[in-house]
């Protein structure tokens, strides 16, 4: 299994529902988890961190974290065309180097207005 | 808020030339990376350090170098550019420690002809 992984997609979701975006991790990946936001041709932009299981909320946005399933997921509420975007999900790599970051492939959400 | 530039957006280089891509941060961060982003393969970490003069080889370090100079600068070098170095490319820098977040850079898109 590699360390993180996504759906690729794309997820196609209607203007004002709920997006909901999966990553899962292996036992390497542990400990704090980020999601990060990246337009066409842009860098990817932090939106999320979170460290400890449960909730938690950020105006929209909502990460939660199940350390006994090994999945961290991130809830778009009221969805935006301009939440249309690669969704990357990331988690500290224990068995890297230098505080290293593990990177999924991100998945491609699509808001249809 | 945390800055991360890059010394170029776009670059077109030649077969063989060699390369500079250079990146600052001034947040003081004792951490930064260099990745490259190809489509359907994620973003790919080629070397990262974690102090000055101090490199670490990512997963993808062959056909490069590095160079960290002074804490806020750090310098990838693509010694003879080939045209599957075509991709772009991203610089992030963090704090030392899990719960800290890596930002990115604006990336640079390299062309090799």
């Known amino acids: 299994q590699k360390e993180v992984e996504q759906n690729s997609g794309p997820l196609s979701v209607p203007e004002g529902a709920i997006a909901s975006l999966n990553c899962t991790y292996s036992?390497?990946?542990?400990?704090?988890f980020f999601w990060y936001r990246q337009y066409s041709g842009k860098s990817p932009e932090l939106i999320m961190s979170?460290?400890?299981?449960g909730d938690k909320e950020d105006g929209r946005f909502t990460a939660q974290l199940n350390k006994a399933s090994q999945y961290v997921s991130l809830l778009i509420r009221d969805s935006q065309p301009s939440d249309s975007a690669t969704y990357l999900c990331a988690g500290f790599d224990s068995g890297g180097g230098a505080d290293g970051l593990t990177f999924g492939k991100g998945t491609h959400l699509i808001i249809q207005p | 808020d945390v800055k991360v530039t890059q010394s170029s957006r776009y670059l077109v280089k030649r077969t063989g030339e060699k390369v500079f891509l250079e990146c600052v941060q001034d947040?003081?961060?004792?951490?930064m990376f260099w990745y490259r982003q190809d489509p359907g393969l994620g973003l790919r970490l080629i070397y990262f350090s974690y102090d000055v003069k101090m490199k670490e080889k990512g997963d993808i370090p062959e056909g490069y170098s590095v160079s960290r100079e002074k804490k806020e600068r750090f310098s990838l070098i693509l010694e003879s550019a080939s045209t599957n170095q075509t991709s772009m490319y991203l610089c992030?820098?963090?704090?030392?420690?899990?719960?800290?977040?890596?930002?990115f850079g604006p990336g640079t898109r390299l062309t090799v002809t």
């Open positions: 992030a820098s963090s704090l030392t420690g899990f719960i800290y977040e890596q930002y």
């Open positions: 036992d390497r990946v542990s400990q704090s």
């Open positions: 947040m003081d961060h004792e951490n």
């Open positions: 979170i460290y400890s299981n």
